[in-house]
């Protein structure tokens, strides 16, 4: 193996490692909070009881609202049927909808996968963020995340749609110029080696201010 590409294969693990703990990290902030809510349920259950008591019946209403409010950023949105895709996904969708970024997403995982946990860390990460990034720019009306995930047949399918400020990208051998900076192709890189490397089948395709990811992952 040349230098050059003991120096990349350097730089592609320590991303690696970077993005991997970011995940993490998102993935256990979300739980902390949700931890965080249910060491408050027995206090909510008893001030709600006191104003029961006191028969104020708009206090309670307006108690339950704002629970209700509370627990709507911190509930699990998605629910796949796999325990790591659901805390990166909601991990993801919760920080596009802080950014102002709508998502719909449709997402089944009914069979135990072979892909390791830390391959699909790497995927579904870096299609949300690549999405997350290229939304920003848009007017918050216009941001709008598609995310589709089940099986077809024997193979995992995983679809990631979003609009961009630019109407076509312009493609770069297999991959399409990134305007985010150096560090943002290694990403790309190395979702395109585990792919690769699972056997799997990647498209990317920008047309008319759209811009889809499509992936296929053999599971036999």
């Known amino acids: 193996m040349s230098l050059f590409s003991k120096q990349i294969d350097k730089r592609l693990d320590a991303y690696q490692r970077e993005l991997v703990d970011t995940h993490y990290q998102e993935v256990d902030n979300m739980y902390?909070?949700?931890?965080?809510?249910r060491h408050d349920y027995r206090n909510h259950i008893q001030a709600m009881k006191v104003l029961a008591a006191n028969g104020d019946l708009d206090g309670i209403k307006a108690y339950l609202d704002d629970l209700d409010t509370d627990l709507n950023t911190v509930d699990t949105v998605v629910k796949t049927g796999n325990a790591m895709a659901d805390a990166i996904l909601n991990s993801k969708i919760s920080l596009a909808k802080s950014r102002g970024i709508a998502v719909q997403a449709d997402a089944h995982i009914p069979i135990k996968l072979n892909i390791s946990e830390l391959d699909l860390?790497?995927?579904?990460?870096?299609?949300?963020?690549?999405?997350i990034e290229a939304s920003l720019p848009l007017p918050p009306e216009q941001r709008l995340i598609r995310v589709y995930m089940d099986m077809k047949g024997t193979q995992l399918y995983i679809s990631f749609t979003n609009f961009t400020a630019n109407k076509k990208l312009v493609k770069s051998g297999k991959r399409f110029r990134s305007t985010k900076g150096e560090g943002h192709g290694f990403g790309l890189v190395r979702m395109d080696?585990?792919?690769e490397r699972l056997d799997g089948y990647l498209s990317r395709n920008s047309e008319d201010g759209a811009f889809t990811t499509e992936i296929l992952l053999p599971q036999v």
């Open 32 to 37: 902390r909070q949700i931890r965080g809510w």
């Open 193 to 195: 080696n585990i792919v």
């Open 121 to 131: 860390c790497c995927i579904i990460g870096n299609l949300f963020d690549n999405a």
